[in-house]
């Protein structure tokens, strides 16, 4: 970069984008560093608030490993959503809190992505009550789902279930993931004897804990606004 | 109107601090080229502010984009936050101006934090870090220090990373400062008017919003592993203006009860309303860039009715700060709407 800059200088500027070092990181550093200050799983979902804006557009992503890890086993999954289609549409149109749902079969897991209005125990419940026979088609298929289902019998059991499974919202602002953090550890103060540039290793340990995560709330083109307000300003009704 | 003796304090503290004086110039965002355009309101502007230049009419404006360092070297290409302070010419000699950054957040509540940050975040000299403490640091995982730019002799960098380090309220502006790198062009960057302001809507209904400039041609900054060039900013905008004019969208974002109206440190969630609020057209450079570029001198208190400053303390300590800076540089009187 400058001018007195030496061969060393550039060789070490350059290490971390080696392979040597970044197997070094992977199979030394991360679990090294894992050990002597471990970071804890940070709960998914939405971040409680009461404010009005925050329970609009929330989001579930979950991630759910299939019990048959094989192409058999994601057709029976594939399967089990196309012979739902319409308990599908009519339980989004019965519920009236969803502005879209989404299943996607990533290797051999069945993922469900959904943006929802309110609260995340009623959506769950909402759910429950009006297509509860789909969920009970796709977690069948769902590494540990027997547990939960019929989710009409089990339904505390089932949200949590669901809940245990999606994925942790990584903050907007990188600061925020250490408020997280701190919050999780009961560290509520406002000041502290903090280093901003192991915050890199935070995250790195935060990614080890939680493997799979959402960035960010998401990006929203019209955020604030709820899905039947949308329905209503179009004049399609709900 | 505020405590012009705390006003003085605060430019002082600030000049005492620039790695070289400019007497006779901004103590800060002393670097800038001025740039002539006009805004156009949406159609949904005047639903919920009644300010004139909200009104659908065409308005004149000035803009003057600067490098936020402070002191006579420019350095174009250094990460550094710049600023975009726009004059909205209205009726009657009257003008509302928005002042904006390419930092969404402040890392100071209030004068008092202002005051501490300036004594920690103090010029030192600086040198490139060993690369065996380079080496230490990534078996850390932890963030080498940046190496400084070519003919760099002094930084406050280390200084403001321990301001931080000790106050979390400052944490997300510095780390956001940190990684802010140079854009490739003024009109690359999206600006920030980081502070809370009540606007009234024809209904009388007040609401508590921020701005920002998204701009049309999109965000993008210069590759931080390349040598940064030092001067290319003003050179780029005037030949991108030639071309064509650059666009700006001015999106106001909506508070909720809640949320920080007063304190510029915390931003607003991302799912808060936002609402175009109009399109700014830049077509040339300022002609007179003496007048339109330096000695134009910009408030955020410069409002017309409609818009309010909220309480934040920040927002009215800059009140009479630039006032003074102002005299201080002989910039040109500022006029109340």
Known sequence: ?238 | MGDSSVARRLVDAIIANLPEPAPGQRPVHTIGVGADGYFMASDVARNYCIAEHFKGQRIRVSVRFSNGQGGPKQHDGWSDVRGMATRFHLQDGAAADLIATTLAEFFARNVEDFFEFTKVARQQPVQRESPWRKILDMLQLKEPARDPYPKQTTSDGAGILNYANRRRFAQLAVFEAGVIGAPVSYARATYHAIHTFMVEDPHGVRRPVRFSWQPVAGVRTTDPAATPVDKYLRHELEERLRRWPARFMLMMTIGEAGDALDDPTKPWPARRVRVVMGTLTLTNLAKDQVADGERISFNPWRLVRGIEPSGDPILHARRCAYEVSREMRDGCPFRWS
């Not at chain 1, 090294?32 to 579930?60: A, E, F, K």
């Not at chain 1, 019990?67 to 058999?72: F, H, L, M, T, Y």
């Not at chain 1, 560290?187 to 960010?216: M, Y």
């Open chain 1, 1 to 238: 970069m400058s001018g007195e800059e030496g061969w060393f200088d550039r060789f070490v500027n350059g290490l971390p984008e080696t392979r040597v070092f970044q197997r070094l990181a992977s199979w030394v550093l991360v679990p090294y560093w894992s050990w002597r200050t471990p970071v804890r799983p940070l709960p998914g979902g939405p971040h409680p608030s009461i404010q009005p804006g925050d329970n609009l557009q929330c989001m579930m992503n979950l991630i759910m490993p299939l019990k048959e890890k094989s192409p058999v086993g994601r057709a029976k999954a594939a399967l089990a959503i196309a012979q739902n289609k319409d308990a599908i549409y009519a339980g989004l149109d019965n519920v009236g809190t969803v502005h879209f749902a989404r299943f996607v079969i990533v290797g051999d897991n069945i993922c469900m992505f959904s943006v929802y209005d309110g609260d995340f125990t009623n959506y769950i419940r909402d759910f429950i009550a009006t297509i509860g026979s789909v969920f009970n088609a796709v977690v069948e298929l769902v590494e540990g789902g027997e547990a939960v289902i019929p989710c009409e019998h089990n339904v505390e059991a089932f949200i949590q279930w669901v809940h245990e499974r999606d994925l942790y919202q990584v903050p907007d602002t990188a600061t925020d993931l250490l408020r997280d953090q701190e919050a999780l550890n009961g560290d509520k103060a406002a000041s502290g004897n903090d280093d901003l540039r192991l915050l890199p290793r935070k995250v790195v340990l935060q990614l080890r804990a939680n493997a799979n995560v959402s960035l960010g709330s998401g990006y929203r083109a019209y955020p604030g606004f709820s899905a039947a307000q949308v329905r209503n300003q179009l004049g399609i009704g709900w």
